[in-house]
């Protein structure tokens, strides 16, 4: 009876050893219709999926999506354990999604022939076939990383410029404000900063749409959500992280725009070719230290920790009593004395063996003789 009843119950979540089709997600049989569904996907979706690997070939500020596909990958291996444990199954709910993302697919190929639009729709396309093929508590652990590929996808030129336009306006404010503070005489004008040389002439520095710091804001912003999701399980340490990538990045780009304010004086040819870009890729190193100076005092917080509570929270189905993954040993059977006939009299073993035991006629009469007065005795 012990036997069928833990048998039954693992059938939800593992296979049986009965010869039963192994369902869950990361099975063999499972990856292996995944890989099909995916293959023909890439294959309906081969155009934008070209442009983007170009755009991340050949354009500088977008050099990033080579990895963004693989954090997402990482995303879901580290939560292997508990998907293993879920049997994927069809929920309809994925339909209306898919349908969705063709027509937004649509849109962005006719009118707009907007490659953002694309890729974008092609996102939700593929949240509406997960959910289609594996069913809302699977969704809990694929949402974020499909949604993560977002940082792959090439924002539109007029947006971009637009951003870019007012990071260059902080850069060159702020980059005049420091330099004034250490000394060196300058003045803005939108996104120009005039220098005095040591000659008494003045000199134009340039904060042009490569210097706005675009590249640094969306490498770090990448960064920060992957950390965030990765490292944090708690909500407000990850909000905090992901909402400070963006002064960490302006940090960045300030610091090496006031840089050049200083050195351009001394050797003007110092503010463009190589020793530029070198500074610019210098410049990464104390923003990544400030970066992970956060995270840091975030996890001193309490923020890389969960508590008891939170871990009570969690669905049944993600709850291990046996982290070591050992096998736990199986009790024995308890017998089943709801039919004999001492059931009623008897529950316990000792008191069993203690009826079952023939009356000692020495205790008796050890028993009457102390129970018997000492002829002559009398009280003390």
Not at 215 to 231: C, E, H, N, Q
Not at 324 to 337: A, W
């Amino acid at each position: 009876m012990a036997d069928s009843t833990v048998t039954s119950s693992d059938s939800t979540t593992r296979p049986s050893s009965s010869g039963e089709a192994d369902t869950r997600f990361l099975s063999q049989n499972v990856r292996a219709r995944f890989a099909l569904i995916l293959a023909c996907f890439a294959a309906l979706h081969y155009d934008i999926l070209y442009r983007i690997g170009i755009f991340a070939a050949t354009d500088g500020d977008w050099s990033h999506a080579f990895l963004v596909p693989l954090i997402s990958f990482y995303m879901i291996y580290q939560q292997r354990d508990q998907i293993d444990r879920i049997a994927p199954k069809t929920s309809w709910l994925g339909i209306p999604i898919l349908l969705a993302g063709i027509a937004l697919y649509f849109y962005g190929m006719y009118p707009t022939q907007n490659d953002m639009v694309k890729g974008y729709a092609m996102i939700i396309e593929i949240m509406g076939l997960v959910l289609l093929f594996t069913g809302l508590p699977l969704m809990r652990y694929l949402f974020f990383p499909i949604l993560y590929l977002v940082f792959a996808v090439k924002i539109n030129e007029q947006i971009w410029s637009d951003i870019a336009w007012q990071m260059q306006l902080i850069a060159a404010k702020s980059s005049v404000a420091v330099l004034d503070i250490l000394g060196q005489t300058a003045v803005v004008k939108t996104t120009t900063i005039e220098l005095t040389m040591p000659d008494g002439k003045i000199s134009r520095l340039n904060v042009a749409e490569a210097c706005s710091g675009m590249r640094m804001l969306m490498t770090f912003a990448a960064l920060g959500v992957a950390m965030a999701y990765l490292w944090f399980p708690r909500w407000w340490a990850r909000l905090t992280l992901v909402l400070l990538t963006v002064p960490i990045a302006l940090f960045g780009n300030i610091s090496r725009v006031t840089l050049l304010g200083l050195i351009y004086p001394v050797n003007p040819e110092f503010a463009k070719g190589d020793f530029h870009l070198m500074l610019g890729m210098f410049m990464l190193i104390p923003a990544m230290g400030l970066f992970m100076l956060i995270s840091w005092g975030l996890t001193q917080l309490g923020g890389g920790k969960r508590t008891n509570k939170e871990n009570e929270n969690q669905p049944a189905e993600i709850q291990s009593t046996n982290p070591t993954n050992q096998p736990e040993p199986r009790s024995k059977p308890k017998p089943n004395t709801e039919n004999s006939p001492d059931s009623d009299s008897v529950t316990d073993s000792d008191t069993a063996s203690d009826i079952a035991k023939p009356p000692n006629p020495d205790s008796e009469s050890r028993d009457e003789n102390a129970n018997t007065p000492i002829p002559g005795g009398g009280e003390d």
